[in-house]
């Protein structure tokens, strides 16, 4: 069932939580993809949106491509100099990714599915 909030909720490089959902809008386009990361399971809500367009989760700054689920860059700081840890992380999302939603303005709304 989709959902919807105001897209006012949602200006550029926010992200945010809509039930089971982290919503961003990266420079107006918008995306929607299971709020728990892969690794550890942060709130990925709570994440942030970097240059390259991707979804960096708040804890240990794996990063996420939002149009496949796929993390993109394994967990970083102490766990970015344990041999292999990355590219395990980056090909459990091959396999597991992060849930792609779809999100679609309709007026002054975003509808989330
Ligand atoms: S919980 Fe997301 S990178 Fe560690």
Not at 10 to 38: H, I
Request: hydrophobic share 35%; aromatic share 6%.
């Amino acid at each position: 069932m989709s959902k919807s909030i105001p897209a006012s909720d949602l200006p550029p490089g926010a992200v945010t939580g809509v039930e089971r959902q982290a919503v961003g809008n990266n420079a107006g386009d918008y995306f929607a993809v299971s709020r728990k990361c892969r690794h550890l399971g942060a709130d990925l809500a709570e994440g942030s949106i970097d240059p390259d367009g991707c979804l960096v989760c708040p804890w240990h700054q794996a990063k996420y491509d939002v149009t496949t689920g796929r993390m993109v860059r394994g967990p970083q700081g102490v766990f970015a100099k344990i041999p292999g840890l990355g590219a395990m992380f980056k090909g459990l999302t091959r396999v597991v990714p992060l849930k792609v939603g779809k999100v679609t303005p309709r007026g002054a709304d975003l509808e989330i599915d």
